[in-house]
């Protein structure tokens, strides 16, 4: 595929602000309601199987699992095939597939007919449109914003975004939950991807023409480009080396912490959220934070502070006192500290991905990353809920909260933490 040159702005000119671009400011419309949407099935789906169905740890883990296993199955073939082809029609459909499918759930139950395997089955399907979807966007915002030394900012605004749907969206998802019942406060969530669907329409920038290379298609050949392109760079194979770790390590801890919230500490799909809502908050001020830390600290500061947060976080999980309002401070304190570090992180390494990477390879890069760091998640979830099962849940905790202090050593190892400037044209910083 052939792409467009990017804008050609003077260095000595200021970027205009993003602001100004009606394109970008409907995607980030759209995006903020279906991310809000999102938050209560988050909630609701994990405590559908746990309430209707009296789910075991074990099946909660799978049921994670199957959310994120279509990243490390799949991401690879759709990102291959999301380069060859416009984005936002591929967006489109993705929302609209995952809208039905969330629908279903409700309906199910509204019919007498929800069983946990058909819930399996849904979280699966809504997990490989989700892959779709998040290769098509990642690789359709440069086409929205054609001066990179915008990322950093446009990336904050979306950070922001989703650090304050995870403050306000578990708090609502309980409460939604507790009134309506775990299946029914899904519709609330399809009813906000048809919103998005309309803000995506609505966007006018076109996408530059896909031509195939004069060679031709070859899927192999464009599939093993991604993979050489990406674990062949060396920083974005640390990138993804690490960011197995984080999202192993996030994906175990919260798996099983909902489980053991609920079972042995008593804690209500209310309170629950309000802990996950409050705890959010720390996204938001990461992403807020996170330009500004980039203007005055080295990049790779930034890095090594924010992943150190999110690896030492866990550990308050285990030690929190038996009584419930002190267990809830050390609750919300560790899931404040993981929040603010992905806060930081994910505006940082999202706009060092996209900095890095030509546009006709990014699709298949946020494929590679994507089958690694969900890889990571994926596995995660199965693990930690095995572990729950043979020493109990919070022996599990205890074990994946060490664990998660050791993935420190691969992080100091890390090229990333050494980088000083962030680059801002494609392959700035060679493999």
């Not at 030492?312 to 304190?333: D, S």
Request: net charge positive; proline share 6%; hydrophobic share 55%.
């Amino acid at each position: 595929m052939t792409d467009s040159p990017p804008e050609a702005v003077p260095e000595t000119a200021p970027p205009k602000s993003l602001w100004h671009n009606g394109d970008f400011l409907k995607f980030w419309t759209g995006e903020t309601i279906s991310l809000y949407g999102s938050q209560i099935s988050m909630l609701a789906l994990p405590l559908t199987a746990i309430y209707v169905f009296d789910a075991t740890a074990e099946e909660i883990g799978w049921l994670r699992f199957l959310q994120l296993a279509p990243f490390l199955a799949f991401a690879m073939l759709f990102g291959a095939l999301v380069d060859r082809m416009r984005r936002k029609p591929v967006m489109v459909a993705s929302n609209l597939v995952r809208m039905v499918l969330i629908g279903l759930v409700p309906a199910l139950a509204w019919a007498g007919m929800l069983e946990i395997g058909p819930l399996f089955v849904i979280a699966f399907l809504i997990g490989v449109a989700s892959v779709f979807f998040d290769l098509s966007w990642m690789a359709y915002l440069p086409v929205l914003i054609r001066d990179r030394r915008l990322m950093v900012e446009a990336n904050a605004k979306l950070g922001i975004t989703a650090s304050s749907s995870d403050a306000a969206g578990p708090s609502v998802a309980g409460v939604l939950v507790s009134v309506f019942t775990a299946p029914f406060a899904m519709l609330i969530d399809a009813i906000s991807y048809l919103a998005s669907l309309v803000a995506l329409v609505a966007i006018k920038a076109k996408e530059p023409e896909v031509v195939p290379p004069a060679e031709g298609r070859h899927l192999r050949r464009e599939l093993v480009d991604g993979l050489r392109f990406v674990f062949g760079h060396r920083m974005l194979r640390a990138i993804a080396v690490v960011g197995v770790f984080v999202n192993f390590s996030i994906t175990g801890v919260s798996a099983m912490f909902l489980v053991y919230a609920v079972r042995d500490r008593g804690i209500s799909a209310v309170l629950l959220g309000v802990i996950m809502s409050i705890a959010a908050i720390g996204g938001i001020f990461g992403s807020l934070a996170a330009p500004p830390l980039l203007r005055r600290l080295p990049v790779g500061a930034c890095y090594r502070l924010a992943l150190g947060l999110i690896f030492i976080a866990p550990l308050l999980i285990p030690v929190a006192p038996a009584a419930q309002a002190g267990a809830v401070v050390f609750f919300v304190g560790s899931f404040l500290l993981v929040s603010t570090g992905l806060g930081i992180s994910n505006v940082l390494v999202q706009s060092l991905r996209q900095n890095l990477t030509p546009n006709s390879l990014m699709g298949r890069m946020s494929a590679a990353m994507r089958m690694a760091l969900f890889g990571g998640g994926a596995i995660g979830g199965p693990v930690a809920g095995l572990l729950a099962t043979w020493w109990g849940l919070h022996t599990a905790l205890w074990v994946l909260a060490i664990a998660s202090v050791a993935m420190l050593f691969p992080l100091m190892a890390s090229p990333v933490g050494r980088l000083k400037e962030m680059p801002t044209q494609p392959d700035a910083v060679s493999g």
